[in-house]
């Protein structure tokens, strides 16, 4: 599988024969891998097949069981992280792993602050976290709390940090997750600027445009087993895909030629926000959600995208306008009051705030049910039992085992079952913000295909999402936003990408629907 | 620039300057160098064990250790000079030797055997104390000529006031303290294991290593305590300074430390000393109120400080999901 050219040349980075498990279940078994100096290797694999666990053994987070690791030839065995920087192996992981209590220069450099007689140069380590973010276009004030910054910021500073400390090997765990395209962009150049100077470089993504775009070669696991390993030119789509899925996958599309073109012939709205707004954050709107209608919202990183779900949800007050449900005036003013009129919303950070780690997967997905009935009315746990099954299996949560304490699952596989919390609570309206980011391309297309299911009984749905092609196949409707306005409404045959990446770059045919 | 966590520092030591020009308007006698060279001085090993507090609870552990630390170091040092005829500044070695290897097998065990701190220096505290009757169970008087040069040793205030050495020692501590909690690696990586200790893991941080030393430090600073607080009493007794770690943590929460770790700042530490202090001066220039308005007092300003920095932190969640989008 791999080309067998012995010579005196050795890899940068060599991994054979590795083999992990986690209380006897194995993560990984016989894995080998290989980095040149000078590439960009992708790591692919569904959700749950071991890429992060290979990530953190050949990092020194995590103590492999079998198998042996080569730099330049030389066997190595880094036993720690430090240890593993000092080799010159920089490496962001999946959990975001920056200090929100620590300022952004505190950040870049901990653990290798500039000293002056023995004491920390703030100066020098200010001028020089200056420096490192311009090149990733980041004009902040690095003496900022952490806290203060988005988490696509925080991303960026992570990638800084892990570029700066690696002087030979550089590892990203899903560093796009929160980007969006303008960042990517902005990435892939600095990776290729790493590239042209001989730097080793393994990328993790679910993103195969990005592997297409930025990969030399790819190396493929499946259920911690190794797939094969490939030159990504000479590797069609197809072929990648189901190698790492082990099948074909169906696709779905929303046919958009075939639906009603006035979104008037789809029966009264059930959900009305009238004028609704808030000064400083959305100007003021009107949205109508039907029952069982997908309405889709596009539009750059902070052009007023979450926050429009913040109102929705009544995370942020409107002080604006009305909301009415069949007909009744509610007051959204808090997430409480929104969960008591059947709304739900998945916010973008579930990373950091979503997952309670030490409780089971059952528990964590009975978590919002167990909330809006009240914790005098506890759940059964049959009935808990039941619900965590079903949607372990509908959602294709992996390991299919309810009563593991979460922290254990895959990034992937949390957001699954952070996903199922609030579909559990059967929503009247369901808020999702970016819901598909860090899950591999199969369990992409099964909830999307839950979601297709859900509406169909009647659920609404506001699906945020930078990913366009995900929008126009699920949405019946999109609305583009632009410097926190509302800006245009496109349904039926304007709802293309290109529609949308006109009325964002506000030159298409701008008029609402 | 003010940041949002130094805010209960700022506070702390807005609530001082008030407090003590209200107690100078009542009694104006209390700004005199005496009464402040006396407050130092009275304050001197609470002051130096709250540093080491302030580093284990900023690392987001804590040490319950201190008092019982303090007694034993007391009683350990007297029965050296006492009994034994050693030296003082010999007795005083083997004093901080003891206390630093106590921390050091505290941290190895927190870290090593994921023991909550909580339950390990507990453990701790009830062995130093056992070993402290164990020295003796009386009070042990100590003379010794080059004590009496030690607590001769001050230096003169304009006023009458003094600085006495266990003040300056005091002082040296605190100073110390600050620099390396805000200009070593070892003061960044307390911070780091106090903010999230998964990720100071992933980032390289030495977790470990660092750990082990923060509870070697509160023990050398509790030994070192314990030899300000024999001196101070010319005596040690076992059955002393219980309860000195409550009013250790007390100081740090009320000088704008987290209990929940990666928040703080020993200058705040100090603060909340000179305000315990103020309140004890303000209750002896005052005659007619009984001291344990002391602890009353105390347990005022922990509940209104608590709240203070939960609000605080809840605000600043709350704020922050808007203000991350405004930095776009
Ligand atoms: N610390 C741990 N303890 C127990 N099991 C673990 C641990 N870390 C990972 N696993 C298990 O090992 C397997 C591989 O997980 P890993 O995180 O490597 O997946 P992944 O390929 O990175 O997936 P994703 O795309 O979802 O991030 C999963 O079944 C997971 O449940
Ligand atoms: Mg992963």
């Known amino acids: ?513 | 620039m003010i940041h949002a966590r130094n805010l209960p520092f700022v506070t702390t030591l807005a609530i001082f300057v008030i407090a003590y020009g209200l107690c100078v308007l009542q009694f104006p006698n209390m700004l005199s160098t005496r009464v402040i060279g006396n407050l130092l001085t009275d304050n001197a090993f609470l002051g130096i064990a709250a540093v080491g507090m302030t580093f284990v609870i900023l690392s987001g552990g804590i040490d319950l250790s201190v008092g019982s630390v303090i007694a034993f170091t007391s009683v350990f040092v007297a029965v050296m000079i006492g009994s034994f005829g050693v030296h003082p500044l010999t007795a005083f070695l083997a004093a901080l030797v003891i206390s630093t290897l106590f921390g050091c097998l505290m941290g190895a065990m927190i870290r090593y055997l994921l023991i909550p701190p909580f339950v390990v220096t507990l453990a701790g505290m009830f062995l130093a104390r056992g070993a402290a009757y164990l020295v003796s169970t009386q009070s042990v008087p100590i003379t010794h000529e080059f004590i009496d040069t030690m607590l001769g040793f001050y230096i003169r205030f304009p006023g009458g006031g003094r600085l006495t050495l266990l003040a300056m020692v005091m002082l040296v501590v605190f100073a110390v303290g600050i620099v390396v909690a805000s200009r070593t690696r070892f003061g960044a990586n307390v911070y780091a294991i106090g903010g999230n200790i998964q990720s100071a893991e992933l980032m390289g941080v030495p977790v470990g290593a660092t750990t082990i030393r923060i509870y070697a430090l509160s023990g050398f600073l509790s030994g070192l305590a314990g030899i300000v607080y024999t001196l101070y009493t010319s005596s040690g007794y076992s059955l002393a300074t219980v309860g000195v770690e409550l009013d250790a943590i007390a100081a740090v929460v009320i000088g704008g430390t987290l209990l929940t770790g990666g928040v703080g700042l020993i200058a705040g530490t100090f603060v909340g000393i000179l305000l315990q202090g103020l309140i004890q001066t303000y209750i002896v220039f005052d005659g007619t109120l009984s001291s344990w308005w002391t602890k009353i007092v105390i347990g005022i300003l922990l509940f209104v400080f608590i709240v203070l920095q939960r609000t605080i932190i809840w605000y600043s969640d709350r704020r922050l999901a808007v203000r991350q989008l405004k930095e776009v």
């Open chain 1, 1 to 513: 599988m791999r080309d067998e050219d012995m010579s005196v040349q050795h890899a940068l980075l060599e991994a054979r024969g590795i083999g992990k498990s986690f209380f006897g279940i194995p993560a990984l078994d016989e894995v080998d891998f290989t980095l040149q100096g000078g590439e960009i290797h992708a790591l692919l694999g569904e959700n749950g097949a071991g890429k992060s666990t290979l990530i953190k053994i050949l990092t020194g987070v995590y103590r492999r069981d079998r198998g042996t690791i080569y730099l330049h030839g030389n066997e190595v065995s880094p036993d720690s992280v430090a240890e593993a920087q000092t080799l010159g192996i920089g490496t962001v992981y999946q959990e975001v792993n920056l200090l929100e209590n620590l300022t952004v220069a505190e950040n870049l450099f901990l653990g290798r602050q500039p000293r002056r007689f023995g004491m920390i140069d703030r100066r020098t380590m200010r001028d020089r976290s200056k420096t490192l973010l311009q090149r990733y276009g980041l004009n902040i004030d690095v003496d900022a709390l952490l806290s203060s910054f988005s988490v696509a910021i925080r991303q960026l500073i992570a990638i800084a940090r892990a570029v700066d400390l690696s002087g030979k090997v550089l590892v990203l765990d899903e560093p796009t997750a929160s980007l969006d395209a303008h960042e990517v962009k902005g990435l892939f150049t600095v990776l290729r600027q790493l590239r042209e100077e001989g730097v080793g470089i393994v990328i993790i993504t679910h993103f195969l445009d990005q592997v297409y775009e930025i990969a030399d070669r790819v190396t493929v696991l499946r259920n911690g087993r190794l797939v094969g390993s490939r030159t990504i030119s000479e590797l069609p789509r197809l072929d990648l895909i189901s190698m790492m899925l082990g099948r074909e996958l169906q696709h779905i599309t929303r046919d958009h030629q075939a639906e009603p073109e006035t979104v008037d012939d789809r029966g009264a709205p059930s959900i009305q926000f009238q004028n609704y707004g808030k000064k400083g954050s959305v100007a003021p709107f009107d949205l109508d959600i039907r029952p069982g209608e997908v309405v889709g919202i596009a539009g750059l990183l902070g052009s007023g995208r979450s926050e429009t779900a913040f109102l929705l949800f009544g995370i942020d007050r409107a002080d604006s306008g009305t909301a009415t449900i069949d007909g009744e005036q509610v007051a959204i003013t808090s997430p409480e009051a929104a969960i008591a009129n059947r709304f739900g919303f998945c916010p973008e950070e579930r990373k950091t705030d979503g997952i309670v780690g030490d409780l089971s997967v059952a528990d964590n997905i009975a978590l919002a049910l167990q909330a809006q009935r009240g914790w005098m009315r506890l759940i059964s746990s049959s009935h808990k039992r039941e619900l965590a099954d079903s949607f372990i299996k509908s959602l294709d949560i992996r390991p299919a085992d309810r009563e593991r304490p979460i922290k254990f699952l895959s990034g992937g596989n949390q957001q699954k079952a952070i996903l199922a919390r609030w579909l559990v609570t059967e929503p009247r309206l369901l808020i999702l913000d970016e819901p598909t980011r860090g899950i591999d391309i199969g369990a992409h297309a099964e909830i999307l295909k839950m979601i297709e299911r859900l509406c169909s009984e009647g659920m609404s749905l506001v699906v945020i999402s930078s990913e366009l092609e995900e929008l126009t196949a699920v949405a019946h409707r999109v609305i583009v936003l632009s410097d926190r306005r509302h800006v245009a409404e496109l349904s039926g045959r304007q709802l293309t990408t290109d529609g949308i990446i006109r009325a964002i770059a506000g030159t298409g045919e701008t008029e609402a629907a």
